[in-house]
C-alpha cells in the first residue's frame, strides 16, 4: 500500500556548503510536509548498515566513508505520490546527468557528493525512515 512518505537525508556535501536552508525550501516549495526531522552525524557503522543493500557494489566503501565524514539532515515527509515525485525533483544520481531545476542539479558536486537521497519504494521508505526516528518523533 502506498504510504504517501519518503525518506530524505541532505547528505553531508550540502550541510557543508551551507545549503540546508535552500534545499528544505525546494522540497516545502514542491509541496511536501516534514513529518520528522533530525540533525545528527553518522558513525561508518551506522552508514554502512544504513546502506547495505550497496554492500556488493564498487562505490560501498567510499560512500560509506564520505557519508560518515560529517553530519547529515535526516527527513521523513508527506506528500501524494511522495517517492516518484520527489525522485523526480532530486533528479539523477549523476548530478551532469540531472534535468534542470532538479535539487541535484543546483546543489550537488559528483555522483558521490550528490547532496541528497531519496528513498526508491514504499517499502524502503518505511525502512529508512524507521531506522532514523521512533514514533514519538514523527508528526
Ligand atoms: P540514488 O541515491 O540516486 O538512489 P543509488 O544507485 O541508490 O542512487 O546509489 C546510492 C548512493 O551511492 C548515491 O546517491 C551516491 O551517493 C552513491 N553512488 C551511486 N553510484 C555511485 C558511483 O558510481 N560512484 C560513487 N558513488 C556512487
Ligand atoms: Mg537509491
Known sequence: ???NRTFTM?????VSNGYIGGILKMINDAGFRIVAMKYTKLAAETAGAFYEVHKERP???????YMSSGPIVAVILEKENAIADFRTLIGATDPTKADAGTIR????KSISANAV????????AQIEGDFFFSKLERF
Do not use: Q, R, W
Request: glycine share 8%.
Open 1 to 3: 500500500m502506498a504510504t
Open 10 to 14: 541532505l547528505k553531508p556535501d550540502a
Open 59 to 65: 562505490f560501498y566503501g567510499e560512500l560509506v566513508s
Open 105 to 108: 542539479k543546483i546543489y550537488a
Open 117 to 124: 537521497h531519496g528513498s526508491d519504494s514504499d517499502e524502503n
